[in-house]
């Protein structure tokens, strides 16, 4: 009963959940995924509309394109291990110096993501690894040019 008088007055939020019981929540209302996924879009008090599925964002598709390819680059580099163990060339070569600074700069990128905040920050990190991420990839390049290459790198420094 106190909490329908606190409800009554805006002091507090509810939330039905499933079961018939209420979540009290604070000033804001946070929505569990499966309440969420069953109730319209509507607009937020104070007449902001706020989009509940993620059907209706803009970068729903490159977002699962992304991590689609972050799913193919890191298989596609399970393969190329073996490989580079088993016949080492300079397709081989070339294949992991792609494949490594691709996988390490989308995973610096969400280090980035997750603990750079600032908005000049953000772009200034950003900048940053693709810069680190460009001359990571020109010098396993040159590497392999000019020298013996991963794949005779690493079974060199395994020969130690």
């Given at each position: 009963?106190?909490?329908?008088?606190?409800?009554?007055?805006g002091r507090?939020?509810?939330?039905?959940?499933?079961?018939?019981?209420?979540?009290v929540?604070g000033?804001?209302?946070?929505?569990?995924a499966?309440?969420?996924?069953?109730?319209?879009?509507r607009?937020?008090p104070?007449?902001?509309?706020?989009?509940?599925s993620a059907?209706?964002?803009?970068?729903?598709k490159?977002a699962?394109?992304?991590?689609t390819?972050e799913?193919a680059v890191s298989?596609?580099?399970?393969?190329?291990?073996?490989?580079?163990?088993?016949?080492?060339?300079s397709?081989?070569?070339?294949?992991?110096?792609?494949?490594l600074?691709l996988h390490s700069?989308?995973?610096l990128?969400?280090?980035i993501?997750d603990?750079?905040?600032?908005d000049?920050?953000?772009?200034g990190?950003n900048?940053s690894l693709l810069?680190?991420?460009?001359v990571?990839?020109?010098g396993?390049?040159?590497?392999?040019?000019?020298?013996v290459?991963?794949?005779k790198?690493?079974?060199?420094l395994?020969?130690?």
């Open positions: 009963m106190a909490l329908a008088a606190a409800a009554a007055l507090l939020n509810l939330l039905s959940c499933a079961r018939g019981r209420a979540l929540l000033p804001r209302v946070v929505r569990p499966f309440v969420s996924a069953s109730l319209p879009d607009p937020a104070g007449g902001r509309h706020i989009h509940l059907s209706r964002s803009s970068n729903s490159a699962s394109l992304h991590w390819s799913r298989v596609l580099l399970l393969g190329l291990l073996p490989a580079a163990y088993l016949y080492p060339s397709v081989v070569d070339y294949s992991l110096a792609a494949v600074t700069h989308w995973g990128g969400q280090v993501t603990y750079v905040h600032e000049k920050l953000v772009k990190a900048a810069m680190l991420s460009a990571t990839f020109a396993l390049c040159y590497f392999n040019y000019r020298d290459g991963i794949c790198a690493v079974a060199m395994w020969s130690l």
